[in-house]
């Protein structure tokens, strides 16, 4: 077995890794959704269940990511291989931000909003 052929396979590896970790996490957040109605009725669980599903699909998206880049790069590293990557990698990258939008409700880069209640005050200047 030579170095061309382990790489195809990890990478294979890390692509059924990356799926089954969008598949195991869509099953938890539903499950975890499905015991919070079941436990209190008139809970608002869609928020919290789609934050969890959001979640597990950017994990899974890193991993898929992942193993384009072993894939790609270590297996058949030539020009037109490289730019399909390129383009996946944009592809993928647009719909980690665009989650990470979903998710959070502001930009990576935007600081979080707090509601002023979190850690110690400090007294104003008067």
Request: aromatic share 8%; no cysteine; charged share 15%.
């Amino acid at each position: 077995m030579d170095i061309a052929e382990v790489m195809d396979t990890v990478g294979s590896v890390i692509d059924v890794v990356g799926v089954a970790v969008i598949v195991v996490g869509a099953l938890v957040s539903s499950w975890i959704a499905y015991d919070t109605r079941r436990r209190t009725p008139r809970a608002p669980i869609y928020v919290a269940y789609r934050r969890n599903l959001g979640r597990s699909i950017l994990l899974g998206l890193e991993f898929l990511v992942a193993a384009d880049i072993i894939k790609t790069v270590a297996v058949t590293p030539t020009f037109t291989s490289v730019g399909v990557l390129a383009i996946i990698v944009l592809i993928r990258t647009f719909l980690s931000w665009s989650l990470q939008l979903e998710i959070d409700g502001r930009w990576p880069w935007q600081k979080p909003v707090s509601d002023g209640s979190a850690g110690p005050r400090t007294p104003q200047p008067s």
